[in-house]
C-alpha cells in the first residue's frame, strides 16, 4: 500500500499529533508495500479455501432468522473514509437500532449467531474487504462513526492505515463483552474506558510498525482463537471488577 503525501490527507489529519505517527510510517515504504501484496495473496487464498464453509454459514444464518447473510454496516477506515463491513450476521434484522457495541446476553444475537461469534466465524467474511483493500489482515479494528466521533486528535493516526481484520487490541481485548456485563450506559463505558485503552495499543502498534510485526500478530491470534490467554498492561473499571493486568 502506497502512504499519501502529506498534503494530500484529509484536514482532519492534517494535524501535529498525527504528524509523528505520518513520519514512522513514511520510513517503511518497502514494509507497507510487502503488507498489500501479502493482504492481496493470502485473502485470494484462503476465499477460496474457505468458499464452503462461507455456504454452510450463509445456509445456517438465512435458515435460523430472518435478515440478510452478511451484515453491512458502515464503518471508517484509512483517511477517514467510510465503507460498508462485511461480517457474517449474528444478531436479529434492525439490531443496529440500538446500542453498537455487544455482551454476553444480548438478547439480539441469535443462537446461530452465538456459535459464529464464540468462534470468531463472524469476522471470516472480511476477507472479502481485505482483498478490495478497504481493511488489511493486521491494523485497527473498523469502528463506527458514533465511536470515531469520539477520537482524539492522537487517535486520528490510526486512519493513516486500512481498518483491520486482528490487533494487539483485538486480541487483548477479545473477552470485552464480559468488561461490559452489568454496565447501564455501555456506550459511555466503552468511548470513555475500553476504547481510549484499545487506543494505547493501536497506537503502539504504529510505533513499531514492521511487516515481521504483523506477522507475528497474526499467529497471536491464531492462538488467541485456541484458548492462549494474552493479558494487558491497562486498568478497566467496571461495575463487577477493577483490576490491574500484566502483560
Request: charged share 30%; glycine share 4%; proline share 3%.
Amino acid at each position: 500500500m502506497i502512504l499519501k503525501k502529506w498534503e494530500e490527507l484529509p484536514i482532519e489529519l492534517q494535524t501535529e499529533e498525527v504528524r509523528k505517527y505520518y513520519d514512522i510510517l513514511s520510513r517503511k515504504k518497502v514494509s507497507l508495500f510487502f503488507k498489500r501484496i501479502f493482504d492481496i495473496f493470502v485473502s485470494a487464498i484462503m476465499l477460496v479455501m474457505l468458499s464452503p464453509l462461507f455456504i454452510i454459514l450463509g445456509i445456517a444464518i438465512k435458515i435460523d432468522s430472518e435478515g440478510p447473510i452478511f451484515y453491512r454496516q458502515i464503518r471508517v477506515t484509512q483517511y477517514n473514509r467510510k465503507f460498508r463491513i462485511f461480517k457474517f450476521r449474528s444478531m436479529v434484522q434492525g439490531a443496529d437500532r440500538g446500542s453498537q457495541v455487544t455482551i454476553n446476553d444480548d438478547m439480539r444475537i441469535t443462537r446461530v449467531g452465538r456459535a459464529v461469534r464464540k468462534y470468531r466465524l463472524d469476522e471470516i467474511s472480511q476477507l472479502i474487504d481485505v482483498f478490495r483493500g478497504t481493511m488489511t489482515f493486521v491494523g485497527t479494528r473498523p469502528e463506527s462513526l458514533k465511536y470515531v466521533e469520539a477520537y482524539t486528535p492522537e487517535m486520528m493516526a490510526t486512519l493513516l492505515l486500512p481498518a483491520g481484520v486482528t490487533s494487539l487490541a483485538s486480541i487483548y481485548f477479545k473477552d470485552e463483552a464480559e468488561l461490559l456485563d452489568n454496565v447501564e450506559d455501555i456506550d459511555k463505558v466503552y468511548t470513555e474506558q475500553i476504547l481510549p485503552a484499545k487506543m494505547y495499543y493501536n497506537l503502539k502498534e504504529i510505533e513499531q510498525f514492521s511487516f515481521w510485526g504483523d506477522i507475528k500478530i497474526m499467529f497471536m491470534t491464531f492462538f488467541a482463537v485456541l484458548g492462549k490467554e494474552y493479558h494487558h498492561e491497562l486498568e478497566i473499571d467496571n461495575r463487577k471488577s477493577k483490576e490491574v493486568q500484566k502483560i
